[in-house]
């Protein structure tokens, strides 16, 4: 499929006004190193980050991804919350009611939901653990499991690594997104000549490109530049400052041009019809 645009959203699904933990990396076709995007506050927030990329969209074919779960686990209990009988049955349905159990909070939180029962039964979050609360996965994380490193569990909003909290936010972030872009791979017209979001997981695609963090230090440029190459893109200069909190402008940098490798690859769009329900990570 060709884009001329290609973006990565290290995400974050904090409370706060801004988000110290989103990063945006933007390329476009070609060998080109990926640049991060500054805002114009001092930090995104995702009201802004949503506002910019909206623009972005309308004036390129754009690929953009997204680090957070776009649905939740289906296929294993049939239901995205089990015993709840007016349980969402597609992820259109379920953006849509994660959005309105949070409609008084601003900036696309999603947090909310955990004082929302029968609902925050089903979420291990910072209010309680939920007596529905289980490990479940999706088949993307099962899959990517198997290959190479599987993310959080979605329901799980606790400690280092969770998804959780970011992907409320994030689904509040899809149900505004539906009518303005392709969703992928919940939407069949993907091959049109509207922008397309995907999901995207960091640590898979530095992994994918046999590259790890080192102890206290993270991903050093020799390492960033080493994935990069993997992915058939030129080397960030020598005096590139990688920021963020946890190294969020490493994730971004990367995803951004893992993305644009795969786009190239039509076997990455053809994923299990399990995907309509569940979604699916990009690369996986």
């Known amino acids: 499929m060709d884009f001329d645009n ?38 995104w927030s995702r009201c802004s980050l949503i506002k910019w990329l909206l623009k972005e969209v309308t004036e390129k074919k754009t690929l953009i991804g997204f680090d957070f779960s776009f649905s939740y686990p289906f296929y294993d209990c049939f239901s995205y919350f089990p015993g709840i009988k ?45 007596t529905l609360y289980k490990s479940r996965r999706r088949f993307t994380e099962i899959e990517a499991k198997n290959k190479i490193h599987s993310p959080s569990p979605t329901f799980n909003c606790v400690g280092p690594g969770a998804v959780g909290t970011g992907s409320l936010a994030g689904m509040r972030v899809l149900n505004f997104l539906k009518n303005k872009i392709n969703i992928w791979p919940f939407n069949n017209s ?49 005096d590139i400052i990688i920021g963020g909190p946890d190294q969020d402008d490493a994730d971004a940098i990367v995803s951004a041009a893992a993305m644009r490798y795969f786009s190239n690859n039509r076997n990455c769009w053809n994923v299990p019809k399990v995907s309509k329900k569940e979604g699916w990570i990009f690369g996986v």
């Open 6 to 43: 290609f973006i990565a959203v290290d995400w974050s699904g904090d409370k706060s006004k801004f988000q110290k933990g989103i990063s945006v990396a933007q390329c476009p076709m070609g060998r080109y190193p990926p640049k991060i995007i500054k805002p114009e506050d001092r930090y």
């Open 86 to 130: 007016d349980s969402p049955i597609s992820p259109y349905k379920l953006w849509e009611k994660i959005d309105n159990i949070n409609n008084k909070l601003g900036n696309f939180y999603g947090g909310g939901i955990w004082s929302k029962e029968p609902y925050s039964n089903y979420y291990n979050s910072p209010n309680l653990k939920g």
């Open 190 to 238: 993907i091959f049109q000549k509207k922008s397309v979001a995907v999901e995207i997981f960091p640590t898979y695609y530095f992994r994918y490109a046999r590259v790890k963090p080192e102890k206290n230090i993270g991903y050093a440029l020799d390492k960033i530049n080493q994935a990069l190459s993997h992915y058939g893109c030129n080397s960030l200069p020598k």
